[in-house]
């Protein structure tokens, strides 16, 4: 009688280390991923998203909405560095940057990061950490999508505030609420973002209490 052969099968273990285990983090833990920057072209703008920490208070309100503008006054031309737009929101910041030397990109977003940090916790009266993990960078390759990164973040507004309440017409807390060289932002080098941007004419608009 011919005997069966028994094979030999292999279950996968319970338990121990391997790719994707354990519990994946949720909300401010869940942060963004730390592997490397992709590297990008001068000519290239820069968006980036920077989210604080519970703790430090409604970014919209006056005095932080002053605190903010004034750093991104002092970093203007620093680093190498132009913020050409910016907008405000409830717990997070969004700018889009020029950088004349990639290489030059992450220490000048940590310097903005350093005097934000600074003026927000003066602010709150506290200390400790105001941004609770790493920026978010999307690097803006092609006029479409500068086109979609500009809109986005001078209407972001829109997407976080009730009807009832978000500011009509430009958002007051947004570099679509400044004009001229007195300004936190500079004006654009790239040509992805000047032929987006036209000078506004007129005086320097009225700013309204972002409340």
Same mark, same amino acid.
């Given at each position: 009688?011919?005997?069966?052969?028994?094979?030999?099968?292999?279950?996968?273990?319970?338990?121990?280390?391997?790719?994707? !285990?354990?519990?994946?983090?949720?909300?401010?833990?869940?942060?963004?991923?730390?592997?490397?920057?992709?590297?990008?072209?001068?000519?290239?703008?820069?968006?980036?998203?920077?989210?604080?920490?519970?703790?430090?208070?409604? /970014?919209?309100?006056?005095?932080?909405?002053?605190?903010?503008?004034? !750093?991104?006054?002092?970093?203007?031309?620093?680093?190498?560095?132009?913020?050409?737009?910016?907008?405000?929101?409830?717990?997070?910041?969004?700018?889009?940057?020029?950088?004349? =030397?990639?290489?030059?990109?992450?220490?000048?977003?940590?310097? /903005?990061?350093?005097?934000?940090?600074?003026?927000?916790?003066?602010?709150?009266?506290?200390?400790?950490?105001?941004?609770? =993990?790493?920026?978010?960078?999307?690097?803006?390759?092609?006029?479409?999508?500068?086109?979609?990164?500009?809109?986005?973040?001078?209407?972001?507004?829109?997407?976080?505030?009730?009807? =009832?309440? !978000?500011?009509?017409?430009?958002?007051?807390?947004?570099?679509?609420?400044?004009?001229?060289?007195?300004?936190?932002?500079?004006?654009?080098?790239?040509?992805?973002?000047?032929?987006?941007?036209?000078?506004?004419?007129?005086?320097?608009?009225?700013?309204?209490?972002? =409340?």
């Amino acid at each position: 009688m011919k005997r069966m052969k028994q094979l030999e099968l292999k279950l996968p273990a319970r338990g121990g280390k391997h790719e994707g !285990a354990g519990r994946k983090p949720k909300g401010d833990k869940a942060g963004v991923s730390h592997l490397r920057r992709p590297q990008f072209k001068p000519r290239h703008p820069v968006h980036v998203t920077m989210r604080t920490h519970s703790g430090v208070g409604f /970014l919209r309100g006056y005095s932080r909405k002053r605190a903010i503008e004034n !750093a991104l006054r002092e970093v203007k031309l620093r680093f190498g560095m132009r913020v050409v737009h910016y907008s405000i929101q409830g717990n997070h910041l969004h700018v889009i940057v020029e950088v004349d =030397d990639p290489r030059m990109f992450s220490p000048a977003i940590q310097g /903005l990061a350093i005097r934000l940090a600074r003026a927000l916790n003066r602010i709150a009266g506290r200390t400790g950490k105001v941004f609770p =993990d790493r920026f978010h960078s999307h690097v803006l390759e092609t006029p479409r999508k500068v086109g979609n990164a500009v809109r986005y973040v001078l209407e972001n507004f829109r997407h976080h505030l009730r009807e =009832d309440v !978000a500011p009509q017409g430009v958002d007051p807390c947004s570099s679509a609420a400044w004009s001229g060289d007195d300004g936190p932002v500079s004006s654009p080098r790239t040509w992805l973002l000047r032929r987006l941007v036209q000078p506004r004419e007129g005086n320097h608009p009225e700013i309204a209490d972002c =409340d």
